[in-house]
């Protein structure tokens, strides 16, 4: 047993200096010369040596196949989510170009370096013995990699702008790479050559994306790593024949309304519906609301409108909610509003163009996490004004 333990030991001091081959490569190809290609051809080789230094273990896993089908499954599912909900936000262009250039320099060499990245976990999934500190280490160095890339030409003069790059770029590939490890360690490298090619190529392959902005983004993107898996976890508890099993996936049932219902708010706060939820950020509407309740206003025209009506407008760059009381009409409408704790009527006149929606609904204090994080970035509140 000594011996074993001194034969793991130095092939485990190999996977160690595989990876801080990789960790150098990534600093001196990516941040001392920025050439993302020789960084790439570095992959590529590093894949092969480690295949002849260390071998190569067969993927004989037989519930492959249902992993898998859950990923094209979940993949799919994605796909029509967000694709759908594009029909509301819109479309951006892709720098898709349908030429042979285009497919061999960009989309072919992207998905080689891919596939080695997987086969390279995989080996190193395979190779690690007597600890899985290996792994641990190779899923920070790839989470490395992809946020250095990610990180060239972004501005961050503000605090708000680095929790945008926090929440839209680190944390989908945080959970992106740990899903891959999870998976190569516990099925094979296939499914994560699935799930990280369809991810990272299809910007590349479709000539439009949805315009999901920064925060549907990220949203949607941890949420089908989540679903991945949690149904895949469920596979392979149950190919270990855990006796735990059972007791834990009547546990992950209580997940399903928890999905559903971030899932509501998510479409309520983006507002892509005829509904969409604001936070109150201040007093001038007591006592039918206050600041920290959350308003729902239902998007409506102009000519809809009543005096006594609370509206969400915008007003110098800021939403505010107040109540009509009176309305003129020549060539458009025009509002003008009052907070019902103010004294005075609003000094502006709200254009109709301006008016975002009529109020239906409050919910009350939820709206106080959206002030506080605003507060913190912006220094003010938002969604309404005295």
Known sequence: MLYNYGVDSVKNLKLYLIELILFISIIVFNIIYQNATYLNISIIILTVV????????????????????????????????????????????????????HVFRVVLFTALVIICEELLRYIVAKKSFDSKWPLIIFTIIMC????????????????????????????????????????????????????????????????????LGNYLYSVFNIIVVYAIFYFSNKIIMYAEKSNKYSRKASRGIIYVPIIVGLLFIVVLVSGFLKYKMIAVGSNSMLPVYERGDAIVYE???????????????????????????SIKHNDSYVFKTKGDHNNSIDYFDVEGYNVLGKVVYKVRYIGYPTIWINEFFKGGAIGDDD
């Open 50 to 101: 480690s295949f002849l230094l260390l071998g190569f273990q067969r993927n004989n896993s037989y519930i492959k196949g249902s992993i898998n089908r859950i990923i094209i499954s979940c993949l799919l599912s994605f796909f029509i989510v967000i694709y759908s909900v594009g029909l509301f936000v819109g479309f951006s262009r892709t720098p898709y170009l349908l030429t042979m250039d």
């Open 144 to 211: 490395i990699l992809n946020i250095i890339i990610e990180i060239n030409g972004k501005n961050f003069s503000d605090r708000e702008l680095v929790f945008i790059f926090i929440s839209v770029t680190i944390l989908p590939v945080i959970s992106r790479e740990a899903l891959c490890s999870y998976l190569s360690y516990n099925v094979g490298y296939i499914p994560c050559i699935i799930f990280k090619g369809v991810i990272v190529l299809y910007e590349l392959l479709l000539p439009i994306i949805p315009n």
């Open 299 to 325: 998007k409506v025209k102009a000519d809809e409108l009543q005096i006594g009506d609370i509206i969400a407008f915008k007003q110098s760059g800021v939403v505010i909610t107040h109540r009509i009381v």
